[in-house]
């Protein structure tokens, strides 16, 4: 008998000018955890789809077997009858109803078309000791930090007596501690025989837990790995997945920096809707030309609340502090104001805030500042077509058109054009939240690329990462922020993960009295 659980044979997928998967074939055997891996646009969720029914049987070329039967889905409902569940990264639940609503959504406990709660709840509490969740089965899914929410998921999915589990990028959005909690959670299934497929752009995350892994390149199958008897390295993925060696994760850059262009002195920022809740408290920082300064701290540090407060006001209440600029005080009341004053800020969430995604590139491009592609008002399209068409270019955006709606592109080219909106303002700071989040090696030595050119340029380069070797590789200067406050500052060559986790995990009692 074959220990073959899943086997994808010549799969063809095809859109509209686009060839996105060209005889890709997987195999993957029962209760292993076999890593998906590839650049954003190599086609690994377009498989997963196919996999999972989303795109039905007949809208692609090519054979689906499991356990030994060719399967033909015509959507989502029937691979989970066959005990296929796949999690999304936007995870698919509802803020307002409870973990146990949540977990029989749709499969329902019930007797008579009325909902059996006894056995919803006692049902929900099983799932969530196997998941190991430690709340009660009634918590609004809301009240939990984005670590519970994938674990909500994960329960949900075996409630629905899961055979292949599917999780897209699960750790993009969890700290350190959630994303180690998750992994060790993957082989407490492997350990019970579930079989999980793992798509991830943490190399090191795959190298921990992977038995096998299989990797895609422009929507073809370029190798599958056998973590036990192949040499896995980090650096051999790499070359499979973006078809050349990697020397360098970041490129090189000589810093030339000037003087002091934005400071910030005493800024408190109240939580929106906890008015006597201050949310960030006495945070001073000074950025120079030419300088790329990161913020390292924990999930719940204050750093994103620290950005948005600094751009216009776009978050918190009763904002007090003094924000300057080339040596003069600004005050910047709202967006358009920020804009005016050459701040931008990229956000970490490109899809849901970063982007019109029903829009195609070209009017993404130039939103941030209208008025340099209009006359009296009115925009001039073909001034818009040549801004977008530079940026296009500038940023190797890989598309056909500048035409192209947003939503189509892959991870890293969505993010390429957030860039691009907030460079065509002529900024002379630059806010970046988490701009790699989510994005493949490749896509990310491309944006680093383009954060040194800005640097370069003499701009200002404000980085909020949550992964220290991205910090470390790409800063000149790190402040590290815990519970709102700065609790300390590192020079390039003072910075190290060690000091950097000591001064992350330094409690409020703990800060120097050093005005940082």
Known sequence: ???????????????????????????????????????????????????????????????????????????????????????????????????????????????????????????????????????????????????????????????????????????????????????????????????????????????????????????????TLDTARDEITEDRIIRGMVGRDLKHRYPERVPNIGETIFEVRNWNVYHPLQPDRRVIEDVSFHIRRGEVVGIAGLMGAGRTELAMSLFGKAYGKKISGQMLKNGKPIDLPDIPAAIRNGIAYVTEDRKNHGLILIQDIKRNTTLGKLRKVSRHGVIDERREIVEAEGFRQRLNIKTPSILQTTMNLSGGNQQKVVLSKWIFTDPDVLILDEPTRGIDVGAKYEIYTIINQLAGEGKGILLISSELPELLGMCDRIYVMSEGRMTGELTRAEATQENIMRLMARMEGDIRANGH
């Not at 099983?126 to 929410?149: A, I, W």
């Not at 750790?171 to 350990?191: G, I, M, P, Q, V």
């Open 1 to 223: 008998m074959t220990d073959i659980l899943l086997e994808m044979r010549g799969i063809t997928k095809t859109f509209p000018g686009v060839k996105a998967l060209s005889n890709v074939n997987l195999k993957v055997r029962k209760g292993e955890i076999h890593a998906l891996m590839g650049e954003n646009g190599a086609g690994k969720s377009t498989l997963m789809k196919v996999l999972s029914g989303i795109y039905p049987y007949g809208t692609y070329e090519g054979d689906v077997l499991f356990e030994g039967r060719r399967c033909q889905f015509r959507d989502i409902r029937d691979s989970e009858r066959l005990g296929i569940v796949i999690i999304h990264q936007e995870l698919a639940l509802s803020p307002y109803l409870s973990i146990a609503e949540n977990i029989f959504l749709g499969n329902e406990r019930a007797r008579g078309g009325v909902i059996d709660w006894g056995e919803t709840i006692a049902r929900a509490r099983e799932l969530m000791d196997m998941v190991g969740l430690d709340e009660s089965p009634n918590t609004r899914v809301m009240d939990l930090g984005v670590g519970k929410q994938q674990l909500v998921e994960i329960a949900k999915a075996l409630s629905k007596n899961v055979k292949l589990l599917i999780l897209d990028e699960p750790t993009a959005a969890l700290n350190e501690h959630d994303s180690e909690n998750l992994l060790r959670l993957l082989k407490t299934f492997k350990a019970r025989g579930l079989t999980s497929i793992l798509i991830s752009h943490k190399l090191n995350e795959i190298v921990q837990v992977a038995d096998a892994i299989t990797i895609l390149r422009d929507g073809a199958t370029i190798e």
